[in-house]
């Protein structure tokens, strides 16, 4: 059973010296801002008399077993979405006008034969305590390799809190305060009004929108933030804190002062139309640009590199 793929562009390890890869200094995919929710291994499986059922079916395991369920609690029973996941789980959540929480939850767990499966599939739970849903996977294993996938209709005025570890996290269209954290691996957050914090530790983040009070923050050895500021100008602040890289996207007709360091000059590349309205000074030993005239409302600091583009001028054909 292959592991999920939100590890697929980790950056470079670099220290001292060192100039980081040249993937440090592509461009922004634009493909990373795909809005749509990812999919689940249940979601081909067909649909039982009940809210819950089981699968087995040939994988990369000689045995798969798959489990859905599907839950909905009213803002009475869940006043706001808590939810805290563990190894190997998808965390999907996508902001609704509804007035009710929708869950869908798929478990797959594979073994050497059928018994062992179905007995590791046990092991992967999805439980509500209090107000908050927690879900539990047993600690990957190439003999008996088991993931889960949460999938929530939220409401979407109301606050946000996911807390990861191993685990893809995906926030969509929220206009509440969101909070979420994983390790390890890779979080979308896309439309998102609020005041988000949003940790990635070793790990990466991808933040499209145009307004909030954001901040972001993707340390470790593969610490990367992709941006992508989806009018001329951003509504609020924005700061960004990456240990590896920062790509940002904007607008051609970028009006949001920013503010960007890195730990040496050559770390810094803009190919944006507003590359010549950028000046350069140093702090504290460290290489400072800086864009527009007003108190800066996008700060990014980056230890590795800070690439700047805009969207009439992404470089490479792939990227369209």
Known sequence: MPLPGFLQSLGAVFSGQTRPREYNFDPVHLSLFDPRPAGTPCDQAPPGKGSRNVLCAPAVAPFVCKRSEQLSFSLAEMPRLMIDVAYQTTVSVVGTDAGTYAVRFCAQAGATNEDDARHALEK????????SLKVRTPHYSRERPSSAWVQIEAV????????????????????????????????????????????????????????????????????????????????????AKAEVA????????????????????ELFVCRARIAPHIRREYRDGRAVFTYGRQN?????????????????????????
């Open 246 to 265: 920062i790509r940002v996207l904007l607008s051609p007709d970028c009006e949001s002062p920013f503010e960007a360091t890195v730990d040496r000059p």
């Open 124 to 131: 992967i739970t999805l439980t509500r305590a209090g107000q």
């Open 156 to 239: 979407r005025n109301r606050a946000v809190t996911v807390n990861g570890s191993y685990s893809y996290l995906e926030i969509f269209g929220i206009n509440a305060p969101v909070r979420a954290s994983t390790t390890h691996a890779r979080m979308k957050l896309l439309e998102i009004t609020g005041k988000v914090q949003a940790t990635a530790h070793i790990g990466i983040i991808d933040f499209a929108g145009d307004h909030g009070q954001v901040q972001l923050n993707a340390d470790g050895e593969i610490g990367e933030i992709n941006l992508k500021l989806t009018a001329p100008r951003f509504e609020g602040t924005l700061d």
């Open 296 to 320: 800066p409302v996008l700060h990014f600091v980056s230890h590795g590199a800070l690439v700047i583009d805009s969207t009439d001028r992404v470089p490479s054909p792939r990227l369209q």
